[in-house]
């Protein structure tokens, strides 16, 4: 699901460009990584064989022989699990332990790809893209080297592109998520394989203890919004943490001020747009209403933009700069906010009743949880603009601080006059 919006507002020779959307633009294209994990969303809804099927048996066997678990005594076996597959702790594994290790020869990543037969037609595609193809391909061979891999992975997922661990690369083992594991560590590493050796493997580590025959899970990434992890692994979280609108704000080109305004925004680590994830109960990104007042930076105000302020106008942007200024990035924001509001033809108290009512398809479920979350985190954005609003009158801006720091401004708040003897 996304939303997009763009308003143009002016303030005398100033121009503020604004738009939301509920993903970053990004997340759909970020570069692919050695190796992912995957997730099942339902046992029920997806192919999930038994632990005694030949598809797991064969599964586990192939496992044996490439060497990547031991036949005798490994620390954890696939097994079926409530999530469809995951690992099963055959043993009592420590916090940290690592519990699997997959040399570079089994990754199925963009360079397997190059590398295969495929590859040369592969050339210049997303990556995520390539892998997929590179599934589908060995899919409809029945020699291919991946097969008892194949065979074990699920037919569909709730994934929002219906390719849940497809966009990245992919795995040999099921590591499911668990949101009880809130530790910021990450839980696996790619490392050589000794003192001396050129070959790396992906290691994988148990964030917490686990019992004999308890699942082994992993944080996936406690950063991501419902919407990523809708995207990348089709399931979301009731969590607020993970209810997120992302506002993307740009200084327009035909801004007067384009070039000084995106040198200051480039000194303070941003760029000509910017991405600001706002997320539910949490005060805004600290970056986010400087850039704003930079962007609608213009007519009287805009002496800041000389290069005489060039090394202390983010700080002075840190703070409310004119009456003029504030009230139009108000505005702005709120006005964006009800449009985007408007693109829905549900209210959150809507969608609360038909995820409390249990009877949704789980992709669907999935979908209203996110919108429900994006809502609620919009009207959150308009209410801190609204009590902004508000608040104006009563707002300290350049030209009072200034005064001060000059101390011409008495006790009471008075200018002071200097007069000549």
């Known amino acids: 699901m996304a939303s997009s919006l763009c308003f143009l507002s002016s303030l005398s020779s100033s121009s503020l460009l604004y738009s939301a959307k509920c993903l970053k633009p990004r997340t759909l294209v970020r570069p692919t990584k050695a190796f992912s994990v995957n997730a099942l969303s339902s046992p029920d ?9 030949p598809a797991l048996q064969n599964f586990w066997q192939w496992l044996c022989e490439k060497g990547l678990l031991s036949d005798s005594s490994p620390a954890v076996k696939p097994g079926v699990v409530a999530e469809g597959l995951g690992l099963v702790a ?99 590493e790619i490392k050589g394989t000794g003192l001396f050796s050129r070959e790396l493997v992906f290691s994988l580590r148990s964030p917490v203890s686990v019992k004999a025959g308890e699942q082994v899970l992993i944080q996936y990434d406690l950063q991501k919004s419902n919407a990523e992890l809708a995207l990348d692994y089709g399931f979301i979280e ?27 925004a480039e000194s303070n680590g941003l760029g000509e747009t910017a991405y600001f994830d706002i997320v539910l109960g949490r005060t805004l990104p600290p970056a986010m209403l400087p850039f704003l007042r930079l962007v609608a930076l213009g007519g009287t105000d805009a002496f800041l933009l000389e290069s005489i302020f060039r090394n202390s106008v983010w700080g002075h942007l840190e ?43 789980p992709r669907l479920e999935i979908a209203v949880g996110i919108r429900a979350g ?28 200034r005064l001060k720091d000059l101390g011409l401004v008495g006790e009471q708040g008075e200018i002071i006059f200097w007069e000549s003897k």
């Open 45 to 53: 809804d997806h192919y999930s064989p038994s632990a005694s099927s």
């Open 90 to 188: 055959q043993r009592d594994i420590s916090r940290n332990e690592v519990v699997v290790q997959v040399p570079k020869k089994l990754w199925i990543n963009p360079d397997s790809v190059a590398a295969s037969d495929i590859g040369r037609v592969c050339s210049g595609l997303k990556p995520w893209i390539s892998v997929a193809l590179f599934l589908l391909h060995n899919k409809s061979r029945l020699d291919s080297q991946w097969r008892p891999y194949l065979d074990i992975l699920p037919h569909t997922t709730n994934s929002t592109i219906f390719c849940a661990g497809q966009k990245r690369s992919f795995q040999s083992y099921k590591i499911n998520h668990s949101s009880s594991i809130t530790s910021e560590e990450i839980a696996w």
């Open 238 to 264: 009731s969590s607020s943490d993970r209810e997120a609108y992302t506002l993307t704000l740009e200084i327009s080109e035909s801004d007067p001020f384009f070039d000084d305004k995106l040198d200051i």
């Open 319 to 361: 703070l409310p700069v004119s009456r003029a200024n504030e009230e139009l990035i108000c505005q702005v924001v709120r006005d964006a906010c009800k449009s985007a509001l408007s693109g829905y033809f549900t209210s959150v108290e809507e969608d609360e009743k038909l995820m409390e009512a249990g009877n949704l398809d």
């Open 374 to 401: 994006e809502k609620k985190v919009l009207h959150q954005i308009d209410k801190i603009f609204e009590e902004r609003e508000m608040e104006l009158d009563g707002l300290e801006y350049y030209q009072e601080r």
